[in-house]
């Protein structure tokens, strides 16, 4: 049975309302919520926050600078620039925040300036327990302790990408600028980092992992061609890490239909992330909930993230977030017939049939919406998630 007339406009609603960057609160969980535990930081999640800053210099287009590289003693990461630039800094810096890392004075390795999300503070990752007074409640704000490591006062601009390992452990990679402050020299070393420095990424430096560069070169990429709007985390609580799925099929004349869960009102849906698997693989049980017997025939490709929610205020009942994704249904064109030879199959007009009487396909009426998520299905303008598994 197809969604009424008035059923198919407020669907429509939700997805012009998500596509506007503007959110919902996350009411239900549609798949595995008996499979998932609440979210309750250094229990069974870890969120880490990460800054890529550029000065000014940089930001108007000149590919010269540097990049700000903390040593911590016992810690996590480091710092890198575009080529060129002076030996102090001056002549046109970029800096890298997240967190820094040797394990002693006389050797270890760089890295980050930034930190962890800690258990009570409110939503801020990096306050140990403190609640930042100057700061919004997300993953996304200012936190003191990118001062202790690094000298530097840090206010994130946008999202730039997300990393993860399941929901037990998320990066959150931000652009950023410095607000404040001044970098951290040997005279103020303390238990929270040996000092803070520019490094040019040709001379040698000693890394403990080499997975910041990747960071950096984002940033460079982002700085040089922005391809997705400003995005900062949405002041949303959430009790689990779940993802909010927009998944869409594209017909062969153009037509796009859109997932829909019935009850309790038609709703895009929502599925928890399990601790064994990718975060974004809360899609893929969620197509084989809906189309048990089209799910191999089709691949689930998760295009990008639309926006982030997450609160915080609530050590262990607001801990989670929400990844509010576009995902697309695609046939698997290379399919095989009973002998195992290779045949391509011509598309398909419409989606495969629903199997599960929750769900429906929605097929999408609205001129403007049909014509963005066509777009955004051909040409994504979203933040990626990365799965490091």
Same mark, same amino acid.
């Given at each position: ?68 590289? @903390? !040593?911590?003693?016992?810690? $996590? ?7 060129? +630039? /002076?030996?102090?800094? =001056? &002549? #046109? ?5 997240? @967190? !820094?890392?040797?394990?002693? $004075? ?7 300036? +930034? /930190?962890?999300?800690? =258990? &009570? #503070? ?268």
């Amino acid at each position: 049975m197809e969604l009424t007339a008035k059923e198919r406009q407020q669907v429509e609603q939700q997805v012009e309302q998500l596509l506007s960057g503007q959110g919902s609160e996350v009411s239900l969980c549609d798949v595995g919520l008996e499979l998932s535990k609440p979210a309750v930081l250094r229990k069974n999640v870890t969120y880490i926050v990460c800054g890529v800053v550029f000065n000014d210099q940089v930001r108007r287009g000149c590919e010269e600078g540097w990049a700000c590289a @903390a !040593v911590r003693r016992y810690g $996590r990461a480091v710092a890198v620039p575009p080529p060129g +630039g /002076g030996a102090d800094g =001056a &002549g #046109g810096q970029a800096g890298l925040l997240q @967190a !820094v890392v040797p394990a002693s $004075r006389e050797g270890g390795g760089g890295g980050e300036p +930034g /930190g962890g999300a800690e =258990a &009570g #503070g409110e939503s801020c990752s990096c306050c140990h327990g403190e609640r930042c007074p100057e700061s919004p409640s997300d993953v996304g704000a200012r936190c003191p302790q990118v001062k202790e490591e690094a000298g530097f006062d840090c206010q994130p601009i946008t999202l730039l990408l997300i990393q993860e390992q399941g929901p037990q452990w998320i990066r959150f990679v931000f652009l950023a600028r410095i607000t404040g402050g001044s970098m951290k020299t040997l005279t103020a070393a303390d238990q929270e980092s040996l000092q803070a420095s520019w490094w040019d990424r040709q001379a040698s430096l000693p890394l403990r992992g080499r997975d910041i560069l990747r960071l950096i070169e984002h940033g460079l990429r982002y700085h040089r061609n922005p391809w997705h709007p400003v995005t900062l985390p949405l002041d949303m609580s959430c009790r689990h890490v779940v993802q909010r799925i927009l998944l869409v099929f594209v017909g062969a004349d153009k037509q796009i239909w859109v997932l829909v869960v019935r009850a309790p009102a038609p709703h895009l849906p929502t599925a928890a992330a399990l601790r064994t698997h990718a975060v974004t693989w809360a899609s893929n049980m969620v197509v084989q909930e809906a189309l048990p017997s089209s799910y191999y025939d089709h691949d689930v490709n998760t295009l990008g993230l639309i926006s982030l929610q997450h609160n915080g205020r609530q050590h262990g009942k607001t801990d989670g977030v929400c990844l509010n994704t576009l995902v697309a249904l695609v046939p698997d064109r290379a399919q095989r017939d009973e002998d195992g030879l290779q045949v391509e199959w011509p598309a398909a007009v419409t989606p495969p049939p629903v199997e599960n009487t929750r769900y429906v396909w929605m097929e999408v009426q609205e001129p403007a919406l049909k014509e963005r998520l066509l777009q955004e299905t051909q040409n994504p303008s979203l933040f990626p998630i990365q799965s490091l598994y």
